[in-house]
């Protein structure tokens, strides 16, 4: 099983997937990489996890707003956590939180 986080290269999505592939699992992390703050810092954490654990960590960079480029990111992964419809995540996580997309952007783990 792989875990998505959104949000990877930030503080406490990188965090997260930090402890979860030390404990074994494996992540997919997506991050739109905008310039909230340093993007030199973002790519580092992301150079981190890669590092340290190899392909049990894969990135995409993309925006969760982008329902086509999260669809197409997501392709064939076998994600259990979050029940996809049609494997249209955005569509699902929509459906399931009541939330507009992408007039508001969503975290999910």
Request: glycine fraction near 8%.
């Amino acid at each position: 099983m792989t875990i998505l986080i959104t949000g990877a290269a930030g503080f406490i999505g990188h965090g997260l997937a930090e402890r979860l592939l030390a404990r074994g699992d494996s992540v997919l992390g997506i991050d739109n990489m905008n310039d909230y703050y340093d993007p030199a810092l973002k790519q580092a954490r992301i150079n981190d996890l890669s590092e340290r654990f190899g392909d049990r960590f894969s990135f995409s960079r993309v925006d969760f707003a982008d329902h086509q480029a999260l669809d197409a990111s997501l392709g064939q992964v076998d994600i259990r956590a979050l029940p996809i419809s049609e494997r249209k995540p955005a569509s699902a996580i929509q459906s399931r939180t009541r939330v507009p997309m992408p007039s508001q952007t969503l975290s999910a783990i």
